[in-house]
């Protein structure tokens, strides 16, 4: 079982979110003895797998970049009862695998635990071809599929051994480059479906998920510079969602969305479908990546062009607030 705490927390940092799922995560899982198998598309040594195929080698695979092949391979060892694995970057194993990940994972309901790396803005240079901005969209529509965003790198862990033990199909995204921010520094209970207040307050509650938990958290420091109260949920499971949470936090003035992925169907779009059944309830501004392609460049500049940077989050927000006049003396 993992246990964060300030040592650890900067550990798994310095790796990563990808590093401290498969350099210490995963070995977690092994001591609970489940029959893991993990299969990559030739991705091991940016997931950080090395030390895990090195010490395995009878439960690593490498398919290649087949990433198609890879979810085939996959359910085929999850009907002969393994626990499988599967990582490769997010971008092609959401779009270039999206009919095997619906008939194996969805269709077959094959309990594959899919791994996306370098999700969001993470592969910078890279450009476009590896920006996985609609990862989440797309995995949403897949009946059965389990969506997990982790906030910081400690989290990432405990996802995964939190999906081994669902054995059910899961996709979990992994956002944020290595020195990963810290959310947690001490221990918590992590509980796929279960939000996570990291942060109280009562006029705007912002919620986030993956590498926007830390950076929501901060603008709302800024914000409550202005004397408005704000509440920060991190929304670690995107699917399904927390409906609980959400009905929790409807005395908010506003609700505020925030994901490195597309504004169209990602977390926002989940809070907009579920609040939309529900009377008078708070209006919601939905924060991301807007409709529109970005110019590769590092990765704080693909951030800035999307205003997901603090001080521009809580630029929007205040925008938001103060025009919809919740308080007059702001």
């Known amino acids: ?14 790796l990563g979110q990808s590093g401290a799922t498969f350099g ?34 009878e439960r690593f ?7 198609q092949n890879m979810i085939g391979v996959a359910s085929g060892l999850s009907s002969e009862g393994k626990n499988v694995i599967v990582t490769a ?9 999206c009919e095997q990940m619906r008939q194996y994972l969805g269709y077959m309901k094959s309990s594959v635990i899919a791994v996306g790396l370098g999700a969001g803005f993470a592969l910078t240079y890279f450009g476009n071809t590896h920006y996985a901005i609609e990862d989440v969209s797309i995995m949403r529509s897949i009946p059965g599929m389990t969506i997990l965003s982790p906030s910081d790198a ?19 995204r992994l956002t944020s480059t290595m020195n990963c921010p810290i959310v947690y520094n001490e221990d918590y209970s992590f509980i796929i479906g279960k939000s996570i207040k990291v942060k109280d307050g009562k006029d705007i509650t912002i919620f986030a998920t993956g590498s926007m938990v830390y950076y929501s958290i901060k603008a709302a420091e800024i914000i409550e510079n202005e004397g408005i109260s704000v509440r920060v ?25 925030i994901e490195e992925h597309s504004i169209i169907g990602g977390i926002g779009s989940a809070i907009s479908e579920y609040i939309s059944d529900i009377k008078n309830s708070p209006t919601l ?8 392609f970005s110019h590769p460049g590092e990765y704080l500049y693909l ?10 989050i809580s630029e929007d927000i205040l925008k938001k607030y103060k025009k919809a006049n919740f308080n007059a003396n702001i």
């Open 285 to 292: 501004l939905r924060l991301g990546v807007m409709d529109t």
């Open 1 to 14: 079982m993992i246990e964060i705490n300030k040592l650890n927390a900067r550990i798994y940092s310095k």
């Open 61 to 67: 695979f490498n398919v290649g970049i087949a990433e």
């Open 154 to 172: 400690g989290q990432a862990a405990k996802a995964l051994v939190a999906a081994v033990n669902l054995k059910k199909p899961v996709y979990i």
């Open 233 to 257: 949920i991190d929304m670690h499971t995107i699917k399904p969602i927390d409906e609980e949470m959400v009905t929790n936090c409807l005395d908010s003035n506003m609700f505020v969305s």
């Open 89 to 97: 970057q997010a971008a092609f194993l959401s779009m270039r695998s």
């Open 303 to 312: 951030l800035e062009q999307h205003r997901l940077q603090p001080q521009l």
């Open 24 to 57: 210490l995560g995963i070995f977690d899982v092994l001591d609970e003895d489940f029959d893991i198998v993990v299969l990559s598309s030739d991705m091991s040594r940016a997931a950080g797998l090395d030390r895990f195929k090195t010490q395995y080698p």
